[in-house]
């Protein structure tokens, strides 16, 4: 009887294109979603694995403001480098694609629509909080303050890290910005909330059918009874326009669209395949498998608000079916920190180390149920025991040995005995399990048997002995059999190991004789089907490399020097002391033209705060120069004084006023202190 094909629609969760990823999001989201797409596709399901990048929100806009880019080249950038480090891990996404697509804006505007028109959005004024200071809303990521329930003073604008508890920017006590530390105002503003407690009932009655793991459950019980109206909108320019009039300067809420980005780039998928309607196939069909991969802090998104979102559509969307969401994956210790200095260099990392190793470490140790870490001397033991030592070994020794005894060749009609029969029998039933492992999101258990598979192989291959059959003619047909049971063992272990370590598995195919690509192959018929006698061999290959003591310890000193220059410029940064900028050399320094310079007036520029108009005499010249001095200087008490100014900048216009030239200022807590001088005349070259 024909196998009927499961439809299956696998996502991972948008990473956010405002810095690189690293190994800790991959072992949350990204490698659990890879393998289980790898192997659904070898059980000839029809597959279709989905991700891209998150690109909208407040976050952008400042890190692009930092970095002074405007906010689509900021997410340019980092859209790039993550979708070069899924490339180097050899993710199989079928399609990876952004949320600033023209394929994204229609979508989530109809979601917005259909909720609107169907009663679940509401449309208020409220008061939100606001900078005084940057002269903006603050969106709650940027927001700190004290816990409305537990009391954690350093708790973060959306969800307190101490207690869990999920709220509104506005119920913390005591809020301050996250950027600045200055306490922050509350003000009106209209905005439209998505009215999530109106599903309460519906998602509690679905999460009942629903057998994820209890760490998933027990968390969303207890936040979807927890439901309140949310604000779904904000005050921005960049993001998901608002589909009503009268709405300029306000977009959808990042969290609000990001979900939708999967159905945007399925739509987007089906189009670039000429198949423009192909993404409802997985979307409208109710059978369809539907399979969020992400981290714990994503639950709430998936498990109650884009549920809910859905539940308010016209169109038949369907309901997420598995959401195997992982803990926290770190690095020696303590949570990965680019801003701390502790992290590995990826582009590093790579110039020595395979995909296969990485993939493999963390498979071998997922955080599936509690918090787990990379270190080095586990990446090590892992490389060398396992993959050295277990995995290569053994596809290596049989190869070299089918080589020089057996023509290159698989072993034709070999008798074989009951140690045989039982060997082949164990190995099969391993690979089902193995099987099983996969198919329950459990890649610690499947990295675990396959390793398993692995030493039974080699025991095998050790217990057999067919170097000694080689003394006796008469003992050759157990040394053909014993070849040939070891050959069936590589097979099962390249394909059961593909998923994990796809590069070495490949090779493995080929060095056993297939001219396919493993991809293609058929699971259910492999792991019943032997190799086929006198199939040709090829040359034996090294397919791992051993990680030695050297690198290793290189590895973490490389790691503690760069925990301690962070450390430092973080302690200089406090202290409000900057850490040193690149060297320039001197003829650099002489391209700048600091002059003395003395300000004949000076006047506020209309709606702005910070900029004051300067009239200053050069000795050669008198110059209109633009500064952001008015929070500290008076126009009356600047007038007079004698500043030194970079006279040799290009002309730029600011607030419509031509600005040509820059003065030079320090900063300090209580604002900005301008350099002046005393007896030095206008014009008077600073060196």
């Known amino acids: 009887m024909l196998k009927m094909k499961e439809k299956i629609l696998i996502?991972?969760?948008?990473?956010?294109?405002?810095?690189?990823?690293?190994?800790?999001?991959?072992?949350?989201?990204?490698?659990?979603?890879?393998?289980?797409?790898?192997?659904?596709r070898l059980k000839k399901n029809d597959v279709l694995y989905i991700c891209g990048s998150d690109e909208y929100g407040v976050a952008i806009t400042l890190s692009a403001d930092l970095a002074n880019r405007t906010p689509k080249e900021h997410v340019d950038i980092f859209h790039e480098i993550n979708k070069n480090?899924?490339?180097?891990?050899n993710f199989s996404f079928d399609h990876f694609s952004r949320?600033?697509?023209?394929?994204?804006?229609?979508?989530?505007?109809?979601?917005?629509?259909?909720l609107l028109k169907n009663g679940y959005i509401e449309e208020k004024t409220t008061k939100q909080l606001f900078s005084e200071k940057d002269n903006r809303f603050l969106a709650d990521r940027y927001v700190v303050g004290t816990c409305p329930k537990c009391g954690y003073e350093n708790a973060r604008g959306d969800e307190c890290q101490r207690c869990g508890s999920s709220y509104e920017s506005t119920d913390l006590i005591n809020p301050k910005s996250k950027l600045t530390g200055q306490s922050l105002t509350l003000k009106d503003?209209?905005?439209?909330?998505?009215?999530?407690?109106?599903?309460?009932?519906?998602?509690?009655?679905w999460l009942e059918t629903k057998s994820w793991k209890p760490n998933v459950v027990n968390f969303i019980k207890g936040y979807i009874q927890d439901l309140k109206p949310r604000a779904i909108t904000r005050d921005l320019s960049w993001g998901i326009p608002i589909p009503l009039p009268n709405t300029e300067g306000k977009v959808l809420y990042v969290w609000f669209d990001a979900p939708i980005g999967y159905i945007s780039a399925t739509m987007e998928w089906a189009?670039?395949?000429?198949?423009?309607?192909?993404?409802?196939?997985?979307?409208?069909?109710?059978?369809?498998?539907?399979?969020?991969?992400?981290?714990?802090?994503?639950?709430?998104?998936?498990?109650?608000?884009?549920?809910?979102?859905?539940?308010?559509?016209d169109a038949p969307y369907v309901l997420v079916s598995e959401l195997p969401a992982n803990e926290f994956y770190n690095l020696e210790g303590k949570k990965f920190s680019k801003s701390e200095g502790w992290a590995i260099d990826l582009d590093d990392f790579f110039t020595k180390y395979t995909a296969d190793q990485i993939r493999y470490v963390i498979a071998s140790n997922a955080p599936e149920t509690q918090d787990s870490e990379f270190t080095w001397k586990d990446f090590q033991l892992k490389c060398n025991s396992d993959l050295l030592g277990k995995w290569g070994n053994l596809v290596n020794r049989v190869l070299v040995f089918a080589k020089q005894n057996c023509d290159r060749k698989v072993p034709k009609s070999p008798i074989l005995e009951d140690e045989d029969k039982a060997f082949l029998k164990e190995i099969k039933e391993l690979s089902d399990k193995i099987e099983?492992?996969?198919?329950?999101?459990?890649?610690?258990?499947?990295?675990?048997?396959?390793?398993?598979?692995?030493?039974?192989?080699?025991?095998?291959?050790?217990?057999?002995?067919?170097?000694?059959?080689?003394?006796?003619?008469e003992l050759i047909p157990k040394m053909r059999a014993t070849i040939y049971c070891s050959l069936q063992a590589i097979k099962f272990l390249a394909l059961t190991s593909y998923p994990i370590i796809p590069e070495a598995s490949q090779k493995v195919w080929k060095l056993i004789g297939f001219t396919t690509d493993l991809k293609e192959a058929d699971w259910d018929i492999e792991v019943k089907t032997e190799l086929p006698f006198e199939k040709e061999l090829r040359e034996p290959e090294i397919l791992f490399k051993k990680v030695e003591e050297e690198e290793v310890a290189k590895e973490l000193e490389n790691l503690k020097k760069l925990h301690e220059k962070a450390k430092k410029n973080f302690k200089n940064e406090n202290l409000g002391i900057m850490p040193f900028k690149d060297k320039i050399s001197f003829?650099?320094?002489?391209?700048?033209d600091l002059r003395s310079a003395l300000i004949l007036k000076a006047e506020k520029i209309p709606k702005s705060k910070k900029l004051l108009k300067l009239t200053v005499n050069l000795g050669l010249e008198e110059r209109t120069i633009v500064s952001g001095i008015a929070e500290s200087y008076t126009p009356e008490e600047i007038i007079g004084k004698s500043v030194v100014v970079v006279a040799n900048l290009e002309p730029t216009t600011i607030m419509g006023v031509v600005s040509e030239g820059m003065l030079l200022a320090g900063s300090l807590e209580s604002g900005i202190e301008i350099l002046t001088s005393q007896k030095i005349q206008p014009g008077t070259l600073i060196k």
């Open 271 to 313: 189009a670039l395949n000429g198949e423009p309607e192909a993404w409802k196939d997985f979307w409208f069909d109710q059978k369809t498998k539907l399979v969020h991969f992400l981290g714990k802090d994503n639950i709430p998104f998936h498990a109650a608000i884009f549920p809910a979102m859905v539940m308010g559509q």
């Open 189 to 205: 503003t209209k905005h439209w909330f998505l009215l999530l407690d109106k599903f309460r009932d519906r998602l509690l009655a």
């Open 85 to 89: 480090l899924f490339k180097k891990l």
């Open 11 to 40: 996502t991972s969760a948008l990473p956010y294109a405002n810095a690189p990823l690293h190994f800790g999001h991959i072992a949350g989201a990204y490698l659990p979603g890879d393998c289980y797409a790898r192997f659904e």
């Open 436 to 473: 099983e492992a996969y198919a329950n999101f459990k890649l610690r258990r499947a990295s675990q048997l396959i390793m398993e598979l692995a030493q039974k192989g080699n025991v095998y291959f050790d217990q057999k002995k067919p170097w000694l059959a080689l003394k006796n003619p």
């Open 99 to 114: 949320t600033t697509t023209s394929y994204h804006q229609k979508p989530v505007q109809v979601f917005f629509l259909n």
């Open 587 to 592: 003829d650099d320094f002489q391209k700048l």
